[in-house]
């Protein structure tokens, strides 16, 4: 089994993008296992912005579905924190990680994906990427960083 995540658009519009002429839809991120066959495993989220309740379908697919926004059945991060240990927990917490970086750790944590790396924080600093990784170890936690470089032959990406 292994799992990634992956970009899901919601039909919400942020504010800051509400007087546009051409609407940008909010997009969150989620995280998914596969199964054997590289098959998504269908599960729900819930969209980060407006709460709306997404069955995701496939890599980058749902389905939504409106008047669930108040089910407690959907997994949050106060489900994830019992699964892990401690120290682990408060980096997610110290880096203000989003769901899917909660769930992905716990993931690679439950199937002893020891290497493995959790990227905990980015930031684009004009030309380059700064980019933080956590890697589980049975021995422990590495927190790693390293600079990515956001250009190729002279051309910003």
Not at 2 to 12: E, F, N, S, T, V
Not at 39 to 68: L, P, T, W
Request: overall charge negative.
């Amino acid at each position: 089994m292994r799992g990634l995540k992956h970009l899901i658009q919601c039909h919400c519009i942020l504010p800051q993008f509400k007087n546009r002429k051409e609407p940008i839809f909010h997009k969150f991120v989620v995280f998914s296992e596969c199964n054997d066959n590289d098959e998504i495993v269908q599960k729900f989220s819930r969209c980060n912005n407006c709460g709306v309740i997404h069955k995701i379908v496939d890599f980058c697919k749902s389905e939504m579905f409106y008047g669930a926004e108040d089910a407690i059945a959907i997994v949050s991060e106060d489900d994830i924190r019992h699964n892990i240990p401690e120290n682990v927990v408060m980096i997610l917490e110290n880096h203000k990680c989003d769901l899917a970086t909660w769930e992905q750790t716990c993931f690679n944590f439950e199937n002893k994906l020891w290497g493995v790396p959790v990227i905990i924080a980015k930031e684009k600093i004009l030309d380059s990427t700064q980019i933080k990784k956590l890697v589980l170890s049975e021995s422990g936690v590495k927190i790693d960083s390293y600079l990515r470089k956001d250009e190729i032959d002279g051309k910003s990406q």
